[in-house]
């Protein structure tokens, strides 16, 4: 499995646009991108997941360069709610799902 | 939709006492996961189910961890004898083969203290 790497932490003010950019040097041609998010006490809920170019929902956005190297997850007009902790994972597109989680980030959106 | 059920959510035991874990998944729902969540870091898989098999429990430390998922549908972890180390919270995910993979649907998970 491809490992990820993404800034242990990052701070924001409510309003304000956040990327969180998440590397996956080794990932492999059927390996899907899959972000979660974390509130404290709750269990992981997923948000969005890609293979590439861009996808959107109502949640977030997903960018992915051609090289499929990286990503980024960018949340708009972030509010004090969306402080949560959010992973980048690497999901193999094959029957295993297997899901294998990070360190993540941890977004502090400050009033 | 009824979301995956865990209990109990809180417990407290000393070291070397034993403690079991259930979880009751999304209906259809195929593949279950249980994670170990230790405060600050990211879920670590013990044990992936597909129906009533095992499909990794490579992290999972069978001398004191074991799970059972009879009938392919609820689940069992267990711990014995517990140690200090394996405060945590356990969480236990499920989700679909074959569609949307990578979308799996945690519950809330139980925390547990040893002392």
């Known amino acids: 499995l491809a490992k990820t790497t993404q800034p242990i932490s990052m701070d924001s003010y409510e309003g304000q646009e956040v990327n969180i950019t998440c590397s996956h040097n080794n990932i492999a041609t059927n390996d899907y991108i899959t972000w979660y998010q974390q509130f404290p006490s709750q269990g992981p809920r997923f948000i969005i997941q890609g293979y590439k170019t861009k996808v959107t929902n109502e949640v977030a956005s997903l960018f992915i360069p051609a090289d499929r190297k990286s990503s980024t997850l960018s949340l708009p007009r972030v509010s004090l709610s969306d402080t949560a902790v959010y992973y980048c994972l690497v999901t193999p597109n094959n029957a295993g799902n297997m899901l294998t989680f990070g360190g993540g980030t941890r977004l502090m959106v400050k009033p | 939709e009824a979301g995956v059920a865990q209990s109990p959510r809180y417990k407290i035991i000393e070291k070397r006492q034993s403690v079991a874990f259930w979880c009751n998944p999304i209906?259809?729902?195929?593949?279950l996961y249980w994670y170990q969540q230790i405060l600050g870091q990211g879920p670590k898989l013990l044990i992936q189910?597909?129906?009533?098999?095992?499909?990794?429990d490579s992290q999972l430390p069978k001398d004191r961890f074991s799970a059972e998922r009879l009938k392919g549908v609820d689940s069992t972890l267990k711990i014995q004898p517990a140690k200090l180390e394996d405060s945590a919270v356990y969480l236990c995910?499920?989700?679909?083969?074959?569609?949307?993979?990578?979308?799996?649907?945690f519950g809330q998970g139980t925390r547990l203290t040893v002392v």
């Open positions: 209906s259809g729902h195929a593949t």
């Open positions: 995910a499920s989700s679909l083969v074959g569609r949307k993979l990578g979308n799996a649907f």
């Open positions: 189910f597909q129906n009533n098999g095992v499909v990794d």
